[in-house]
């Protein structure tokens, strides 16, 4: 007996993936294979929705039902696959480019709809898949093909956007948190209406070589010392201090009922 | 249980590395057949998962599964008396 990872989501024909060395996504794949796995669904009910990107080859390696569609209509397709038939489970890998860029309208209004789904955004900061362009997510300084003195444009916090826009549960890890990750997810697919889940993901290629990363082990590094908890940071806005420079805020943004579309009865 | 490593799937990312709470894993030197540097294991039967999985009956630990984006690590059920092979001599 061996033990595999999830050898009945995983389409062993096509493994091992395309996905870069080092890059997150195959990480935080395994973590929503967990997070499905543990909530006993069925293979036919499930069905896995992306649209272009790095990030949405995921579905193509998993052997549920999967829509592969065009740049930022993932969320789009998905709705009408929840409106057409309640009773399917609907899980949405996108990233940061295909869900803010280009879909970023059809992001806030599906969070504006609550539709009962699950959305995974993989955030690698960058286009990784055309050629490290900049995206709405590269940070202030960094380095990209299309801002080589380095990003001057504020950054979309996706996780309070989708706050904003009414998402049932928000939540940010990265992809060394696998474990909070695996709960977050979990969490999300237990929870009716929109629950977006915004994965931070190394992308070495793209973004690591051009940002003194050496290694996909140095961009991880980096993730985990400088994520902190939303409550810290709360903590620190109560008492006035200011938040540390390049950190970001991982924990559950927002957990709450709001009444949800497409809920199976 | 045994740890492995599959030489198929791993791209010698080393996340495996900075994981592990006993660094089992170690990055590796030597080139393999795909022209990858797979980590090597360091006394792999200090994991957790290899020595407690069947006293719990569930999986335990499982940090390098988790984090390998290729999935390529995984435990074998460890066939008894396999270390001592009987050489037959003539």
Same mark, same amino acid.
């Given at each position: 007996?061996?033990?595999?990872?999830?050898?009945?989501?995983?389409? !062993?024909?096509?493994?091992? /993936?395309?996905?870069?060395?080092?890059?997150?996504?195959?990480?935080?794949? =395994?973590? $929503? #294979?967990? %997070?499905?796995?543990?909530? /006993?669904?069925? #293979?036919?009910?499930?069905?896995?929705?992306?649209?272009?990107?790095?990030?949405?080859?995921?579905?193509?390696? &998993?052997?549920?039902?999967?829509?592969?569609?065009? /740049?930022?209509?993932?969320?789009?397709?998905?709705?009408?696959?929840?409106?057409?038939?309640?009773?399917? =489970?609907?899980?949405?890998?996108?990233?940061?480019?295909?869900?803010?860029?280009?879909?970023?309208? /059809?992001?806030?209004? $599906?969070?504006?709809?609550?539709?009962?789904?699950?959305?995974?955004?993989?955030? =690698? &900061? #960058?286009?990784? &898949?055309?050629?490290?362009?900049?995206?709405?997510?590269?940070?202030?300084?960094?380095?990209?093909?299309?801002?080589?003195?380095?990003?001057?444009?504020?950054?979309?916090?996706?996780? !309070?956007?989708?706050?904003?826009?009414? $998402?049932?549960?928000?939540?940010?890890?990265?992809?060394?948190?696998?474990?909070?990750?695996?709960? $977050?997810?979990?969490?999300?697919?237990?929870?009716?209406?929109?629950?977006?889940?915004?994965?931070?993901?190394?992308?070495?290629?793209?973004?690591?070589?051009?940002?003194?990363?050496?290694?996909?082990?140095?961009?991880?590094?980096?993730?985990?010392?400088?994520? #902190?908890?939303?409550?810290?940071?709360?903590?620190?806005?109560?008492?006035?201090?200011?938040?540390?420079?390049?950190?970001?805020?991982?924990?559950?943004?927002?957990?709450?009922?709001?009444? %949800? &579309?497409?809920?199976?009865? | 249980?045994?740890?492995?490593?599959?030489?198929?799937?791993?791209?010698?990312?080393?996340?495996?590395?900075?994981?592990?709470?006993?660094?089992?894993?170690?990055?590796?030197?030597?080139?393999?057949?795909?022209?990858?540097?797979?980590?090597?294991?360091?006394?792999?039967?200090? +994991?957790?998962? +290899?020595?407690?999985?069947?006293?719990?009956?569930?999986?335990?630990?499982?940090? +390098?599964?988790?984090?390998?984006?290729?999935?390529?690590?995984?435990?074998?059920?460890?066939?008894?008396?396999?270390?001592?092979?009987?050489?037959?001599?003539?």
């Amino acid at each position: 007996m061996t033990t595999r990872v999830f050898e009945k989501w995983y389409r !062993e024909d096509r493994l091992p /993936h395309i996905f870069c060395t080092g890059c997150g996504n195959g990480t935080v794949m =395994n973590c $929503a #294979i967990k %997070a499905v796995e543990e909530m /006993h669904w069925e #293979i036919d009910d499930t069905i896995f929705v992306s649209g272009i990107g790095c990030s949405s080859r995921a579905p193509g390696y &998993m052997s549920t039902d999967s829509l592969h569609t065009t /740049h930022g209509r993932a969320l789009t397709f998905a709705t009408g696959v929840k409106m057409a038939n309640p009773d399917l =489970n609907v899980v949405v890998f996108t990233g940061d480019g295909d869900a803010s860029a280009i879909g970023g309208n /059809h992001f806030i209004h $599906a969070c504006r709809r609550n539709i009962d789904m699950t959305v995974i955004c993989m955030n =690698n &900061m #960058i286009y990784g &898949m055309t050629g490290g362009q900049g995206s709405p997510c590269t940070p202030v300084g960094k380095i990209s093909t299309t801002t080589p003195y380095g990003a001057t444009e504020p950054v979309f916090d996706l996780a !309070e956007l989708a706050v904003a826009a009414g $998402a049932n549960h928000v939540a940010r890890w990265t992809s060394y948190h696998t474990k909070e990750l695996t709960r $977050a997810i979990e969490t999300g697919l237990a929870t009716e209406g929109l629950s977006f889940i915004e994965a931070m993901v190394q992308c070495p290629t793209a973004y690591g070589r051009r940002n003194k990363f050496r290694k996909a082990t140095d961009q991880v590094e980096w993730m985990r010392t400088h994520a #902190i908890l939303l409550q810290k940071v709360r903590r620190l806005e109560e008492e006035g201090k200011p938040i540390p420079e390049e950190h970001f805020a991982v924990g559950e943004f927002v957990h709450r009922q709001r009444p %949800a &579309m497409g809920v199976r009865r | 249980m045994k740890l492995k490593i599959d030489e198929r799937r791993c791209k010698g990312c080393n996340l495996c590395t900075i994981v592990c709470p006993y660094n089992i894993f170690q990055e590796g030197r030597k080139l393999n057949e795909r022209g990858i540097i797979v980590p090597v294991l360091d006394r792999p039967e200090r +994991c957790t998962n +290899c020595r407690l999985r069947h006293l719990y009956g569930r999986q335990l630990c499982g940090a +390098c599964q988790m984090i390998c984006p290729d999935q390529a690590i995984y435990w074998v059920e460890e066939d008894p008396y396999s270390e001592e092979s009987v050489v037959i001599e003539f």
